[in-house]
């Protein structure tokens, strides 16, 4: 195995782990956003059913942004394949960085939560946190079908032979 052949293994390997954290959260939208207060933040708050997603997801997202950057520079004279890898690579950040605007902050309030009373508005705290996840499952389903792509237009074609 060739060592961009390994590289593109391991960053779409990295790139599926961090969406399927993502997709978790969007998957769960649906039910979460017809929780009342109480279960919503002793769920996400008090509970912390997430707590692994911050520590393990972390290092999920970073070495997939990591490896697919790797991968761009790796692939960067194939062509349409280096386009296609760098749109996944660009995605990937997009989701961190969208992660860092409109999750982290959410994280932080939710933290003071744990020793201060609950906004009266708290549900906009957490549409902003149940929303941002969704968008960015979107963002890196994007990214990782990018990603893909560049494996496949790079894929030589085979001729079958039919016989009757």
């Known amino acids: 195995m060739t060592l961009i052949r390994a590289w593109r293994f391991i960053t779409l390997m990295l790139a599926s782990f961090s969406l399927s954290l993502t997709m978790t ?18 769920v996400t708050v008090f509970e912390n059913v997430y707590k692994l997603f911050g520590s393990v997801g972390a290092v999920f997202e970073v070495t ?8 761009a520079f790796l692939v960067r004279k194939h062509g ?30 939710f933290a003071k939560w744990l020793t201060n009373p609950i906004p009266t508005d ?40 039919y016989s009757d």
Do not use: C
């Open 25 to 42: 959260h969007l998957l769960e939208l649906p039910q979460r956003m017809q929780f009342d207060q109480q279960l919503w933040v002793r």
């Open 64 to 71: 997939a942004i990591l490896t697919a950057i790797v991968l």
């Open 80 to 109: 349409s394949t280096f386009y296609w890898t760098l749109g996944g690579a660009i995605l990937l950040v997009l989701a961190f960085v969208s992660w860092i605007v409109f999750v982290a902050p959410m994280n932080a309030e």
């Open 122 to 161: 708290w549900t906009r705290y957490r549409d902003q946190w149940e929303y941002a996840h969704a968008v960015n499952a979107f963002i890196k389903i994007i990214g990782l079908s990018l990603l893909a792509i560049s494996v496949l237009v790079e894929t030589p074609k085979k001729r079958a032979i």
